[in-house]
């Protein structure tokens, strides 16, 4: 399971083409809608995909880790099940135990701004107003995650970060045990 996550303007979806292309990945169907609106049955999605375990495929986000941050962000409150610590905290323990691949999206906050607001796919008004405390959830979380050696961060404004992305999953996808309808 390989989860990119990022605000919106981060540079994900151009980064989950490029490695769809390069590692011949399926993407899994996507939480939201276009309008960042959550799926109804967002607590069962979140189940599902996790208790799927290890799945060779890429994430378009996923919901354990972006919906906090989008609910408290734009619709300060939060779907059924994520309101509750024990159940939140009990989905982020299955995820870990088989270690995704999570790649944090995270340009300068400037250049996400920017791009949230130049988008020609019209952007929520809620999203161009919070963008920087989006961004702020963002950053907070992927630091964590990467001084323990969780996630990586990808920068597309920095010369070689997509190799480096690349040469990382390259290695992750093949140590992972993965059976033959997967490979």
């Not at 011949?24 to 996507?30: H, R």
């Not at 610590?85 to 995270?106: A, D, E, H, S």
Request: charged residues 20%; proline residues 5%.
């Amino acid at each position: 399971m390989i989860i990119l996550e990022g605000p919106d303007g981060s540079g994900k979806t151009t980064l989950l083409n490029k490695l769809t292309k390069e590692f011949d990945l399926p993407v899994a169907e996507k939480s939201v809608d276009s309008s960042t609106k959550a799926r109804t049955d967002l607590k069962r999605y979140t189940e599902d995909t996790i208790n799927a375990g290890l799945q060779r495929m890429i994430f378009d986000r996923h919901p354990v880790i972006s919906e906090p941050i989008y609910a408290a962000a734009i619709r300060h409150t939060v779907k059924e099940g994520f309101d509750s610590m024990g159940w939140l905290t009990g989905q982020l323990v299955k995820l870990n135990r088989f270690r995704p691949f999570i790649i944090y999206c995270l340009p300068p906050l400037k250049t996400v701004a920017e791009n949230v607001y130049n988008s020609p796919v019209m952007q929520p008004e809620s999203v161009l107003e919070k963008i920087d405390v989006i961004w702020g959830a963002y950053a907070a979380l992927a630091a964590r995650q990467v001084s323990v050696g969780s996630a990586v961060v990808h920068d597309y404004t920095v010369d070689g970060s997509d190799l480096r992305i690349s040469m990382m999953l390259r290695n992750w996808l093949g140590a992972q045990p993965w059976n033959g309808s997967q490979r």
